[in-house]
């Protein structure tokens, strides 16, 4: 054999060496990161059921101190939280020793505080549990019960980022009318035999109160995040107009996603991810009222999107609105470790885990059957859309690596 022939082989034997390598290399990453997404979701369904139990075992800390430490700028919680259902178990028992209106926003809620000067936020009871929300996907009250099964998705999802939140029952009463400011005690009044208050918001009325039955009012309480941790307020690029005849850009614009990607802070960094995994979230629980989203101050993007103020879900089982997924369709790109999770999800594991995961909430049963059932059909039609993107632009594209530095460009 010549030599210029043995060289053009050599180099030929050289290539394909390299591009086997590669090939190797990238398949063994990828089933290590698999594994390890799949470990991840055994050991979720292992710690699912949460008792509400106020032993503190091995450690000296109030349950306040140990939820504060958890924060990070990636998740509110970690992965392993034995202390989980000690910290519930106080949010849902310890005695109330101020009570005010609520932050401003547009629904009613009261501001709290605890015993160990905890600040919790409490929503109250609007609708019963098979109540139908018609109309549009944003309308009615808050749902409370929304906010609690909706953190325990957002741990089975694996996300870590919604604040923790339990069902509580408060006696208006005895409970917050003694320790209520002036301005939250001028908005009780009595409507037949029951307690009611309406709060001060935007949308609170005098002829809309929240009724207790009785004294007994029903409700959820959201833990606050540490004041450590200060809120950044951002508005959704996906955000509604709520105009009647007027449209946002994303509602008409196919190609609004490009757009976005050379925005900071989506051009670079895992905020647009975020995106895309709350929307997620979002069109499971049905809630397509995220005008605005919040994350850690001065982040430069590198933080979480917190998923707050989940209450406006879980309205109609029977509406599935497809628009809450208008940035993974549009954008066609999915984090791996998500694409996973929700895999894993399928065939009836979803109800069945979030079934399981809300089982001992003090306000159990959190959701009706029809709810739970919508859950899993919302699910296949993720995977559809999934599917539908990487039919149209292939696997390498639209299945992104969550594990490394990233870029949208």
């Given at each position: 054999?010549?030599?210029k022939?043995r060289?053009?082989?050599?180099?030929?034997?050289?290539?394909?060496?390299?591009?086997?390598?590669?090939?190797?290399?990238?398949?063994?990453?990828?089933?290590?990161?698999?594994?390890e997404?799949?470990?991840?979701?055994?050991?979720?369904?292992?710690?699912?059921?949460?008792?509400?139990?106020?032993?503190?075992?091995?450690?000296?800390?109030?349950?306040?101190?140990?939820?504060?430490?958890?924060?990070?700028?990636?998740e509110?919680?970690?992965?392993?939280?034995?202390?989980?259902?000690?910290?519930?178990?106080?949010?849902?028992?310890k005695?109330?020793?101020?009570?005010?209106?609520?932050?401003?926003g547009?629904?009613?809620?009261?501001?709290?505080?605890?015993?160990?000067?905890?600040?919790?936020?409490?929503?109250?009871k609007?609708?019963?549990?098979?109540?139908?929300?018609?109309?549009?996907?944003?309308?009615?009250?808050?749902?409370?019960?929304?906010?609690?099964?909706?953190?325990?998705?957002d741990?089975?999802?694996?996300?870590?980022?919604?604040?923790?939140?339990?069902?509580?029952?408060?006696?208006?009463?005895?409970?917050?009318?003694?320790?209520?400011?002036?301005?939250?005690?001028?908005?009780f009044?009595?409507?037949?035999?029951?307690?009611?208050?309406?709060?001060?918001?935007?949308?609170?009325?005098?002829?809309?109160?929240?009724?207790?039955?009785?004294?007994?009012m029903?409700?959820?309480?959201?833990?606050?995040?540490?004041?450590?941790?200060?809120?950044?307020?951002?508005?959704?690029?996906?955000?509604?107009?709520?105009?009647?005849?007027?449209?946002?850009?994303?509602?008409?614009?196919?190609?609004?996603c490009?757009?976005?990607?050379?925005?900071?802070?989506?051009?670079?960094g895992?905020?647009?991810?975020?995106?895309i995994?709350?929307?997620?979230?979002?069109?499971l629980?049905?809630?397509?009222?995220?005008?605005?989203?919040?994350?850690?101050?001065?982040?430069?993007?590198?933080?979480?999107?917190?998923?707050?103020?989940?209450?406006?879900s879980?309205?109609?089982?029977?509406?599935?609105?497809?628009?809450?997924?208008?940035?993974?369709y549009?954008?066609?790109?999915?984090?791996?470790?998500?694409?996973?999770?929700?895999?894993?999800?399928?065939?009836g594991?979803?109800?069945?885990?979030?079934?399981?995961?809300?089982?001992?909430?003090?306000?159990?049963?959190?959701?009706?059957?029809?709810?739970?059932?919508?859950?899993?059909?919302?699910?296949?039609?993720?995977?559809?859309?999934?599917?539908?993107c990487?039919?149209?632009?292939?696997?390498?594209?639209v299945?992104?690596?969550?594990?490394?530095?990233?870029?949208?460009l």
């Amino acid at each position: 054999m010549k030599l210029k022939q043995r060289v053009v082989l050599l180099a030929i034997l050289l290539v394909i060496f390299i591009f086997t390598k590669v090939f190797l290399i990238d398949n063994l990453d990828t089933s290590a990161a698999n594994r390890e997404d799949q470990r991840a979701f055994q050991r979720m369904l292992a710690g699912l059921r949460v008792a509400l139990d106020p032993r503190l075992e091995h450690t000296l800390q109030s349950p306040w101190e140990i939820a504060a430490q958890w924060v990070v700028p990636r998740e509110v919680y970690p992965e392993d939280t034995p202390e989980l259902g000690a910290v519930m178990h106080a949010m849902a028992t310890k005695k109330i020793v101020k009570a005010d209106v609520g932050y401003k926003g547009t629904q009613l809620k009261a501001l709290l505080v605890l015993e160990g000067g905890q600040k919790v936020v409490f929503k109250p009871k609007r609708y019963a549990r098979d109540y139908i929300v018609e109309g549009e996907p944003y309308a009615g009250y808050d749902r409370h019960n929304a906010e609690v099964a909706a953190f325990h998705l957002d741990r089975i999802l694996g996300f870590r980022r919604a604040p923790l939140v339990v069902g509580r029952f408060v006696n208006l009463r005895t409970e917050i009318k003694p320790v209520a400011t002036e301005q939250l005690l001028g908005t009780f009044m009595t409507v037949g035999n029951n307690t009611c208050f309406y709060g001060k918001c935007y949308y609170c009325r005098e002829t809309e109160p929240a009724c207790a039955e009785g004294d007994i009012m029903e409700g959820s309480v959201t833990l606050w995040l540490p004041d450590v941790w200060p809120l950044q307020k951002h508005r959704h690029p996906w955000g509604r107009t709520y105009r009647e005849g007027k449209l946002a850009r994303w509602e008409y614009d196919e190609s609004y996603c490009d757009a976005v990607k050379k925005t900071s802070p989506y051009d670079s960094g895992p905020r647009l991810l975020d995106i895309i995994d709350t929307a997620i979230f979002d069109y499971l629980i049905g809630n397509a009222d995220r005008h605005h989203y919040e994350s850690f101050q001065d982040d430069e993007g590198a933080s979480m999107l917190i998923l707050l103020d989940n209450a406006k879900s879980f309205g109609n089982p029977a509406l599935d609105e497809r628009s809450i997924l208008a940035p993974l369709y549009q954008c066609c790109i999915i984090r791996v470790s998500t694409w996973n999770r929700l895999n894993y999800l399928k065939n009836g594991v979803l109800k069945s885990a979030l079934k399981t995961a809300m089982s001992h909430d003090p306000i159990s049963p959190v959701l009706s059957d029809p709810h739970l059932d919508a859950l899993d059909q919302r699910l296949l039609s993720i995977l559809a859309t999934v599917k539908q993107c990487t039919d149209q632009f292939g696997p390498d594209v639209v299945l992104v690596e969550d594990r490394m530095t990233l870029s949208h460009l």
